[in-house]
C-alpha cells in the first residue's frame, strides 16, 4: 500500500499534534517508499544503501511527529537527523552521517530532505581490558553476559552505544569488589585502513581494594539504648569488599531486624569512612539507628471484602492478638490474602489503642486492619468455528475465580454443534487438602 491511509475524525477526541504526526509515520506511511507528507511538508530521505528506507524513518518516527506541528521545526528536523545517525551507528554504521536541509526556508518550508551518507559497516574486532589485574578476563566477558546480559560480541557488529555501556557496567563490577576509587575508559578504536572493522581497548585503572575493618550499631541518643539482639546483625560485612551502597545496604538491615524484633517504627542511617593509610586500605561502616516502642497486636480485621467469606480470609493469616507486630508474619500476611487471586490489592493500616493503661513498659498495642479491594472474579467467554465433521459449532464458558468467596475456582462451558451438545464443569480448590495441595472434580453431559 502506498501514501497515506485517509483517517476520519468524525466523533473521534481531537489528538494532540505531536501525537497525529506520530501515527501519520508509523500506521499512514504504511512503511511505504519515497517521499511522504508530514504537516503539511513533503519529506524524503536521499542517499541510503543498505538500511531500508523505511528502516530509516521509524528510526526518527517520534522526531517526525513532532515536527508535524507548526512551531520549531528546524529543531524538530535536526533531532530527527540526529536519531537517524545514532540510529544507523546503533546498527553498524559507524561513520554514518545524517544532514538535512528545509526548503525553500526554515520559516516557511514546503519540503524537508534527509541527506543520508551511511558509510561501511563496521566490524568489531578483539577487545581488551589493558591495565586490569584482579579480575580476570574471562570474568569480565562472563559477568556481562550473565549479570547485565550484554555480550560485546552479540553479533559481530561494531556499536559504540554497547561499548560505552560495558564500561559502565565494568566499572561497576570493580566497585562492588571494593575497588573504591576505580576508573574505567574511555575506549580507545584502533581501526584498520578501510575502517571496516575495529579493535577496541577499556583501559581500566583499579586503585587500591578496599575492605571493611569493622561495621557497628550505636543508638542516635546514647540515653535510648539498642536491643541486645543487634549486636550480631552486621557481624558477617567484617572483611567484605567496600563499595559506596554498603552503608545504606546496612542500615536497610538494621531496619529489616528492628522491626522484626516489633520496633515497626524503628529508624537507621548508614554513615562510611575510608582509612586509605599505609597499610591495607580498609573501611568503617557505622549505622545509627533509632529503635522507637516495640509494638505488640491487640487485634486485626480484613477490611473491604464483598464476596469472600470472612472467616476462610481469616483463616489464611497466622497473627495471635498479644504478638509482637513482627515485619515477617505481616509479609506472610499479604501474600496469604494476594495467593487467593480474590484481591487487587492488599495493604496494612494500624492504629494505636488509646485506652488507659494500654501503653506498658513494653511497648504500645495495636489495633491492624488489612484493607483489601477485590478483583472482578467472574469473566464470559464465547467461541465459534467450523469442523469438518462437528460443521458449526460454538461454546460459551464461565468463570469464577472466588467460588462461594472462599478463593476456589469454578468453571463451567457449554458447547454445541451440528452433531452433539453438552456442558462441562469443573471447580477446583487449593485450601481443602492444606497447604500444596489441590483437589480438582469435574463433570460431564
Known sequence: MAGA??????????????????????????RSTGPRDIGGVTVDIRGEEAVAEADIYDLAARELG??????????AA????FTMEHGLADRGYAHA??????LPSEEAPSEL????VEGPRAELGEVTFPGRRRIADEDIRA????????SLRQDRWYRRSQIDEAVGQIEALYAMRGHHRVRVGPPVATWNEDRTE????????EGRRFTVSRADVVPRDPEQPLPEELRTTLRSLGGAPFHRRLAADAAARVRGRLRELGYQFAEATGRWELDAGEGPPTATIVVEADAGVRQFVRSWNIAGLERSKPAFMESLIDLPGGDLVRQSVLNDAIDALYDTGAFGSVNITSQLVDEPGADGADGELRDLSFVVEEKDARSFEVGGGWGSYEQIRGWVGYRDRNFMGI?????VVAHGSAKSLGVTSRVTDRYILGKDRTLSVGARL
Open 407 to 411: 478463593a476456589r475456582i469454578l468453571d
Open 66 to 75: 513532532d515536527f508535524a506541528r507548526d512551531r520549531l521545526r528546524a529543531a
Open 78 to 81: 535536526s533531532d530527527a537527523a
Open 5 to 30: 491511509v485517509p483517517v476520519s475524525a468524525r466523533g473521534m477526541l481531537p489528538l494532540p499534534a505531536s501525537l497525529a504526526g506520530l501515527l501519520v509515520i508509523l500506521v499512514g506511511g504504511c
Open 143 to 150: 559477568l556481562l553476559v550473565q549479570r547485565f546480559q550484554l
Open 113 to 116: 530532505i534527509f541527506h543520508v
Open 198 to 205: 575495529v579493535d577496541v581497548a577499556i583501559p581500566i585503572r
Open 97 to 102: 552521517r545524517v544532514t538535512f536541509e528545509l
